[in-house]
């Protein structure tokens, strides 16, 4: 759970699945997060070695984030969590509307 737990880690390993991505549009694919608390993830992820970075040689310098192949391994993980969820999702939807009815 430290590696992977946190509110956004698994948004920002799921906007990765497919391509490397720069950080503005990993903003862009997490909008509900802050920008400070993505770049805390990002860190965090980088520690771990989950992601990667890529910084180029440009002017400006652009820098990209990737899965690693320890990344890419937590994707059945991944994948359960959401068809958990999806098989769930009406049960956790009436309780949530009933709650709301209180």
């Given amino acids: 759970m ?3 737990g946190g509110k956004w ?3 920002i390993i799921e906007a990765l699945r497919d391509k490397p ?3 503005s549009l990993i903003f ?3 909008p509900d997060a802050t920008e400070r608390v993505i770049n805390q993830q990002l860190k965090e992820l980088l520690e771990y070695k989950i992601i990667d970075r890529k910084i ?3 002017q400006p310098p652009r820098t990209e984030y ?3 192949d320890l990344g890419r391994s937590a994707f059945p993980i991944l994948d359960a969590l959401d068809q958990w969820g999806e098989e769930n999702r009406k049960f956790y939807e009436e309780l949530f509307n009933a ?3 209180d």
């Fill in 99 to 101: 709650e709301d009815e």
């Fill in 56 to 58: 180029y040689a440009e």
């Fill in 28 to 30: 862009k694919e997490v």
């Fill in 2 to 4: 430290q590696v992977l």
């Fill in 21 to 23: 991505l720069r950080p």
């Fill in 9 to 11: 880690k698994i948004c």
């Fill in 66 to 68: 990737f899965l690693t």
